[in-house]
Nanobody
Framework: QVRLVESGGGLVQPGGSLRLVCETS????????MGWYRQAPGKQRDLVAA???????NYANSVKGRFTISRDNAENTLYLQMNSLKPEDTADYYC??????????????WGQGTRVTVSS
């Protein structure tokens, strides 16, 4: 059973920083694309940042220059460093991964989400 578990969310003042972590577990053969999505109350879930297994990244325009996505392929762990946070970054943040498991089946997996609140 593959699982993704996020951590690192919380309350931070505008201009502050947080680091989100997504840990994977289960019978994983390989992880392809990984990414972070966020969903604010009453809004759709949108891509924040994504990273391929080779390390290529892309970011939503709203977070470019402030957020950095990275991954540790040896530990199958995903990170999101968020700096210069703004109130509009407030949302539930979800980890995503496309994973091939021991059955050699590839599926999309999601974490349960971690809440980020940016407020003074």
């Amino acid at each position: 059973q593959v699982r993704l578990v996020e951590s690192g969310g919380g309350l931070v003042q505008p201009g502050g920083s947080l680091r989100l972590v997504c840990e994977t577990s289960g019978s994983i053969v390989s992880i392809n694309a990984m990414g972070w999505y966020r969903q604010a109350p009453g809004k759709q879930r949108d891509l924040v940042a994504a990273i391929t297994s080779a390390g290529s990244t892309n970011y939503a325009n709203s977070v470019k220059g402030r957020f950095t996505i990275s991954r540790d392929n040896a530990e199958n762990t995903l990170y999101l460093q968020m700096n210069s946070l703004k109130p509009e970054d407030t949302a539930d943040y979800y980890c995503y991964a496309r994973i091939t498991d021991y059955r050699l089946e590839t599926d999309d997996y999601w974490g349960q989400g971690t809440r980020v609140t940016v407020s003074s």
